[in-house]
């Protein structure tokens, strides 16, 4: 019983920490420095073909430098949203399995940077998916639907 009481302790001052942590910054929920440590875990990932992108430059080089007929797939998340934990395994699948596609990712509380990026593509809510082709946006999905994000996927390609 006192190792149980003990933990909850832990957790509850963890909890508290984050709270008032930078990385709470989007505005919304805190973000527990576990889930971030996980994120960067799978992030770094050798097998993952998802990159990163931290700011508004990094988002258009990526465009720009991916080709008039390649398409760009970027998945907008923060965090703390518990949807977007969910769909994040199944992104990383869908970059291995459509691999004539370029996906990146954007964890907006990540930094102010990227918190500008979101705000500049105009996310309200997340997660969301934007598709970019010959520099221009040809579509965009609103939450964690994985079946439409594949379709998409498959009709741009």
């Keep these: ?25 989007f ?14 875990s799978v992030a770094t990932s050798p097998q993952m073909a998802v990159k ?7 988002l258009d080089d990526a465009i720009s430098s991916a080709g008039d007929g390649t398409l760009v797939v970027i998945d907008y998340s923060t965090t703390w949203c518990g949807p977007c934990k969910v769909v994040a395994p199944k992104y990383v699948e869908l970059s291995d399995k459509y691999t004539d596609a370029v996906f ?5 509380d990540a930094s102010p940077e990227a918190t500008k990026l979101m ?8 997660p969301a998916f934007h598709f970019w082709k010959k520099g221009a946006k040809v ?7 994985v079946e439409a994000l594949e379709n998409t996927i498959k009709e741009n390609l």
């Design 1 to 25: 019983i006192m190792r149980s009481l003990s933990l909850l302790l832990l957790a509850l001052a963890a909890v508290q920490v984050a709270a008032f942590s930078p990385a709470a910054g």
């Design 27 to 40: 505005g919304m929920a805190p973000a527990l420095s576990l889930r971030g440590s996980a994120r960067r």
């Design 52 to 58: 990163d992108i931290n700011s508004e430059a990094e």
């Design 104 to 108: 990146l990712k954007c964890v907006g």
């Design 119 to 126: 705000k500049r593509e105009g996310i309200r809510s997340v």
């Design 139 to 145: 579509e965009v999905i609103a939450g964690a639907n």
